[in-house]
């Protein structure tokens, strides 16, 4: 049984950090892509990045986050991370982790390609 499990949410100031985690267990893929998902209310959930553990390190950003977020995991399978720097209002969203087999159909961007996904923790950013 596949768990993900965020935590690290909450409320902040413009400018400030935070660090979200995602507890992985259960998961049995060798190969695979994990990334971070958002979701605002009334909005649809957008990709935030996404880890390749293809042994050279490679991940992506979406624009509206690149070079103030990064994507971390320390093993293959252990815990994922989020490094939020320089936060703003408009990255206020509920944030979830994701995973799938490398070899999944569709993008390793787009949400419908994930089946499995964390419950979410809440991020908001105040002026």
């Known amino acids: 049984q596949v768990q993900l499990v965020e935590t690290g949410g909450g409320s902040v100031q413009v400018g400030a950090s935070l660090r979200l985690s995602c507890a992985v267990s259960?998961?049995?893929?060798?190969?695979?892509?994990m990334s971070w998902f958002r979701q605002a209310p009334g909005k649809e959930r957008d990709w935030v990045a996404t880890l390749d553990n293809d042994g050279l390190g490679h991940t992506y950003y979406a624009d509206s986050v690149k070079g103030r977020f990064t994507i971390s995991q320390d093993n293959p399978k252990s815990t994922l991370y989020l490094q939020m720097d320089s936060l703003k209002p408009e990255d206020t969203a509920m944030y979830y982790c994701?995973?799938?087999?490398?070899?999944?159909?569709?993008?390793?961007?787009?949400?419908?390609?994930?089946?499995?996904w964390g419950q979410g923790t809440q991020v908001t950013v105040s002026s």
């Open positions: 994701a995973a799938r087999p490398w070899v999944s159909a569709g993008s390793a961007f787009d949400s419908r390609s994930y089946g499995n």
């Open positions: 259960g998961w049995m893929h060798t190969r695979y892509y």
